[in-house]
């Protein structure tokens, strides 16, 4: 046993080096894949998919957030009949062939859906995260972390900027969460100070975005199994003490300010155009990811902002995505 570990060992060590080896070589101006455990090929089924709220989501692993008790209508694309069962609580009742309605439960936590396909090759794993109501809050604290206030009045009459109706709770069981093949629950964690539990605000529409992304990246051969979140949910508190805008989308949990890299945690974007240099080019190549990823859905939410940001002495390049409802640029 401990012979196989030290051959292993010394197949990385090899493999390390001559990656190191041929790295020096490669000409400039070309994109340079990168190794890495990479975009995980089961992330999407190929014929099963769950429909909810319009949204079509093919993954394997996905996480909806609820209110208590809410009452969740869903379908199942693909082959024919499905196995379904709810693990922990709560219920599902079967519509018709391929329609479900899934009752919540009303006590917040993550509960496990599982669903498979007929014939059992294919299968999603869904958990169902039941939010706290914002009815919550009290004087801008949530269970002792502090909250903030939303603004009284939504931006242009905007009904994405009506305060969150809940708030799910992050704990340290929770925060490996997988809401999706290459997302967890903790990467979206805001950043103030303060001991666990904490909450935070997702939508289910920028995971989706924040996939679709990583897997165009992937397909383009820069490997790698997640994008760096440097900020994703930010308590109105947070925002307004690092002097953000009011109405900042981080707020509503479906913004994300993201770069790629690929030696995590290292830090800090990759050189994505391989030009020797890590700069607002490297940024520019996300940018126009995204750009064509909007320019291609017919899908109204998925109209929103995107910000490009240089790089400063102390973090790289990076860009801004939300889904606010209108566009946005900058
Ligand atoms: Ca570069």
Sequence with gaps: MIQKIAFAFLLAAFAFSSAKATGTNIPENTVIPIAGSGYTENA???????VYKGKRIPYSTFALFAMPGESMKFSVNGTGLHHIKMHDGGEILQINSNTYIMNA??????????????????????????MIPKTEVKNGWLNGY??????????????????????IELTPENFNLRVSPHFTLGQFMCK?????????????????????????LNNRGYRANTLTIMSGYRTPYYNARIG???????????AADIFLDTRSPHGWMDDLNGDGVVDVKDAMILKEIVEKLRGSTTDRPRVGGIGLYDARPWRGPFIHVDLRGNRARW
Excluded at 44 to 50: A, F, H, I, P, R
Excluded at 106 to 129: F, P
Excluded at 195 to 207: A, G, H, M, S, T
């Design 44 to 50: 999407k089924n190929k014929s099963m998919q769950l």
């Design 244 to 254: 953000n805008c009011r109405y900042s989308r981080h707020q509503w949990g479906d």
């Design 146 to 167: 502090r909250i903030g206030s939303y603004p009284g009045t939504p931006l242009n009459n905007n009904p994405a900027y009506l305060p969150p109706e809940g708030f």
């Design 192 to 216: 103030q100070e303060g001991d666990f539990p904490k909450y935070i605000v997702l939508q289910e529409r920028l995971i989706i975005e924040l996939e679709e992304i990583l897997e165009t």
């Design 105 to 130: 439960p009303e006590e917040h936590g993550v509960y496990r859906v599982q669903i498979n396909s007929n014939d059992y090759t294919e299968s999603i794993d869904l958990n169902v995260v039941v």
